[in-house]
């Protein structure tokens, strides 16, 4: 079978939201007769029931070691450094996210019609993601990789782990402050290093809203993950990348509800 989009998705441990075989058939079915995907699990190397469903569905399977489970850096490394002989777009999701085979054909569109144009997302969902800043723009929970662009990005740093760089205070809508380990938004981080390779390099932001019933965080609960997403990639990220959030913005292009629209901070 000749495929043409890469379809990449994380499912691990007691509260994995769905069995793969569930999630890739749920994919096919709202990719229609439209784009024959290539799925590629990312799990821990003990969920052995998940290991073996997932290949005899014809997936292919990367592990990670107990030891890494809460690695952001480790699981989108493990996941960008397979399936590199396939030179396809990548779709990164997270299961139970409600996107539509028009949603993958108007991205691709978007991808193929610029070279410099590296990734393309959603507004998700409860993720708060609305464009308007650093930290609020492309999600791994749902995006769209052109096929050089794994490359121009590279490996992301370890001390995009949770911790790694010490703790941050952050506000949370009811007012209350609290300490968090730094870490996560490293969409922020991908931008910025693809900027560093390439200063043309362009992403785009679809402001139409994917539903996403799946609130979950990896070494931190979904509301902390939410809230220190801005102050992590405005105080932290930017700054130790050299790229100012302004910086960072003239290299967004908006769709949706202002379409075409490059976005200024």
């Keep these: 079978m000749t495929h043409d989009l890469i379809v990449q998705f994380r499912l691990f441990g007691q509260h994995a939201p769905m069995r793969p075989v569930i999630f890739m058939k749920e994919m096919l079915e709202r990719l229609g007769d439209k784009f024959s995907p290539?799925?590629?699990?990312?799990?821990?190397?003990?969920?052995?029931?998940?290991i073996a469903e997932a290949t005899a569905a014809g997936a292919e399977v990367v592990t990670f070691s107990e030891g890494?489970?809460?690695?952001?850096?480790?699981?989108?490394?493990?996941?960008?450094?397979?399936?590199?002989?396939?030179?396809?777009?990548?779709?990164?999701?997270?299961?139970?996210?409600?996107?539509?085979?028009?949603?993958?054909?108007?991205?691709?569109?978007?991808?193929?019609?610029?070279?410099?144009?590296?990734?393309?997302?959603?507004?998700?969902?409860?993720?708060?993601?609305d464009g308007s800043c650093p930290g609020r723009l492309l999600q791994n929970t749902?995006?769209?990789?052109?096929?050089?662009?794994?490359?121009?990005?590279?490996?992301?740093?370890?001390?995009?782990?949770?911790?790694?760089?010490g703790a941050i205070d952050i506000s949370f809508s009811d007012g209350s402050m609290k300490s968090?380990?730094?870490?996560?938004?490293?969409?922020?981080?991908?931008?910025?290093?693809?900027?560093?390779?390439?200063?043309?390099?362009?992403f785009g932001f679809d402001r139409d809203i994917l539903p996403f019933p799946a609130h979950t965080g990896i070494g931190v609960s979904f509301d902390e993950k939410v809230a220190r997403k801005v102050p992590v990639a405005r105080d932290v990220y930017l700054p130790r990348l050299g790229l100012t959030p302004k910086a960072l913005m003239q290299h967004i292009v908006l769709y949706g509800e202002q379409t075409h629209l490059r976005a200024v901070a």
């Design 180 to 202: 968090v380990p730094i870490g996560g938004g490293e969409e922020t981080v991908q931008m910025a290093q693809a900027i560093a390779f390439n200063p043309y390099a362009t």
């Design 38 to 50: 290539r799925f590629l699990l990312l799990t821990s190397e003990l969920q052995h029931d998940f």
């Design 142 to 165: 749902c995006q769209i990789f052109a096929p050089h662009a794994p490359r121009l990005i590279g490996k992301l740093p370890k001390w995009v782990d949770s911790g790694e760089l």
């Design 68 to 129: 890494e489970k809460t690695s952001i850096s480790g699981h989108y490394n493990r996941l960008m450094e397979a399936l590199t002989d396939l030179p396809l777009p990548r779709l990164y999701i997270s299961p139970g996210v409600q996107i539509t085979k028009d949603h993958v054909s108007e991205a691709l569109h978007a991808l193929r019609y610029d070279w410099n144009n590296l990734c393309y997302g959603w507004q998700i969902a409860g993720i708060l993601n």
